[in-house]
């Protein structure tokens, strides 16, 4: 049985951000997907901004060629402050120094993507000991309040926690699906769980979203797991070698809203989504959507 350490709360979070984004093709040859725009902020600050809510106050970007940008997002930039403080514009400044202030941000590279596992597995001396959060870096949830629980479950678990959310059958082969026993609230002991199923096999449908708080042993499991699912080291497997060795494996079934920013069609919804909700564009916005779609009815 694998020894997990209860450590306290997680304060560490690791976003895997190497892919190509070829979903998102020409859009991502030059710019990364993590910096498309969502409104006036790019994607990745969302999550960065979700997981800074929760109480992380370290963030490890794993990311690849061509991705530099991503980090310089999160760097301060004195020029740009010193111009816009000499205007007076406060709002502005305040919008340009709020991602340096969200969090350390790190970056690691991450030579060839071979999988999500291949990629959590970069981060294994950042992290150093202890347990860490993992943020998929193409959804994001309209509020902290997941990621907190899921910490502070971590923590008295000291084993695996994921975050779940109920699909539609004919979506499982996209996802990890788990099957599930007791439950207690929203959290439910997690018994097996298979990476990209089909819906013959799917043993539920419950799928893992992109929210994992792992303890520091996933990284001795990442060593001993070889390719899964598409010929990639997958995350999925290296938790289920760790349950099936006796470790404590949670999930939390996420109630809330998911925004899944990662191919056009869910991208476009984000925007609008949240565009509506803006205080300050919102109310126009919506005024003309709905002449918009009114006419195209
Ligand atoms: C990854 C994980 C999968 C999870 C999914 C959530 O898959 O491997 O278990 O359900 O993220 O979005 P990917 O979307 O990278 O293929």
């Known amino acids: 049985m694998p020894q997990t350490t209860t450590s306290g709360r997680a304060v560490k979070a690791v976003i895997p951000a190497a892919g190509l984004a070829t ?6 040859k030059a710019v990364p997907k993590e910096l498309l725009p969502v409104v006036d902020r790019p994607v990745l600050q969302y999550i960065v901004e979700e997981a800074a809510a929760a109480g992380i106050t370290d963030v490890l970007l794993v990311t690849g060629r061509g991705k ?14 010193q111009r816009l403080a000499e205007k007076g514009d406060d709002e502005r400044l305040a919008a340009v120094k709020r991602p340096s202030e969200l969090a350390a941000i790190h970056s690691i590279r991450q030579g060839e993507a071979l999988g999500l596992g291949h990629a959590v597995s970069f981060a294994e001396s950042h992290v150093g000991g202890g347990a860490f959060a993992v943020l998929l870096g193409d959804e994001f949830m309209d ?8 910490l502070d479950l971590q923590a008295r678990t000291g084993g695996i926690v994921i975050a779940l959310l109920e699909v539609g059958k004919d979506e499982v082969s996209r996802y990890g699906i788990c099957s599930v026993s007791r439950a207690e609230g929203n959290a439910v002991e997690i018994t097996g769980m298979v990476e990209k199923p089909s819906p013959e ?4 449908n419950l799928a893992i979203i992109g929210r994992y708080i792992l303890p520091f042993e996933i990284f001795d499991a990442l060593r001993r797991i070889g390719p899964g699912s598409g010929g990639e080291i997958q995350l999925t497997d290296a938790m289920a070698l ?3 060795e006796g470790a404590p494996v949670h999930g939390i079934v996420y109630g809330g809203v998911r925004y899944d920013t ?4 869910g991208y476009l919804q984000t925007v609008v989504e949240l565009a509506c909700q803006r205080a300050d564009i919102g109310p126009a916005f ?10 195209e009815l």
């Open 242 to 244: 760790m349950l099936k």
């Open 143 to 150: 509020d902290a309040t997941l990621l907190n629980e899921m």
């Open 201 to 204: 096999d799917a043993p539920s």
């Open 68 to 81: 530099t940008a991503m980090v310089d997002h999160f760097d301060r930039r004195p020029d740009l402050e």
């Open 286 to 295: 919506r005024q003309w959507l709905v002449e918009f779609v009114g006419k």
């Open 23 to 28: 979903r998102f093709l020409p859009a991502t």
């Open 262 to 265: 990662g191919m056009p069609l």
